[in-house]
């Protein structure tokens, strides 16, 4: 995940992603909170189980769990990240035509 203090850090950054999600949102509050990237829903999904949503769980994608199989290596992330997605506040989170997920903590429109 990377976090772009303001859009004028993501514009400079990724020019072609934030002109999409630009054109995507009709508030502009935003802008100026910080937006948070990820690369695609996989990248989306291992944040929200092991660091996001699902923290209380306790889970972790480096822990040894004692020499027992780590449950979240057979997680199909893909499919998880896309299930997210089909659930989330449209108004807190977009998919880029790339794939990016771009999250703000201010409405998009």
């Given at each position: 995940?990377?976090?772009?203090?303001n859009f004028?850090e993501?514009m400079?950054?990724?020019p072609?992603l934030?002109?999409?999600i630009d054109?995507?949102?009709a508030n502009?509050?935003?802008?100026?909170?910080p937006?948070?990237?990820?690369?695609d829903l996989t990248a989306?999904a291992?944040?929200?189980?092991t660091?996001?949503w699902?923290?209380?769980?306790?889970?972790?994608?480096?822990d040894d769990?004692?020499g027992?199989?780590n449950?979240l290596d057979?997680?199909?992330?893909?499919?998880?990240?896309?299930?997210?997605?089909?659930?989330?506040?449209d108004?807190?989170?977009?998919?880029?035509?790339?794939?990016?997920?771009?999250?703000t903590?201010?409405?998009?429109?």
């Open positions: 995940m990377e976090i772009f203090n004028d993501l400079t950054a990724m072609k934030a002109a999409e054109d995507y949102s502009t509050d935003w802008k100026n909170e937006i948070y990237v990820y690369k989306f291992k944040y929200e189980l660091e996001g699902y923290i209380e769980h306790n889970l972790s994608l480096d769990y004692n027992a199989p449950p057979f997680i199909d992330w893909e499919s998880f990240g896309q299930a997210l997605s089909e659930d989330w506040d108004r807190l989170h977009f998919l880029s035509l790339s794939g990016y997920v771009v999250e903590s201010d409405t998009l429109y």
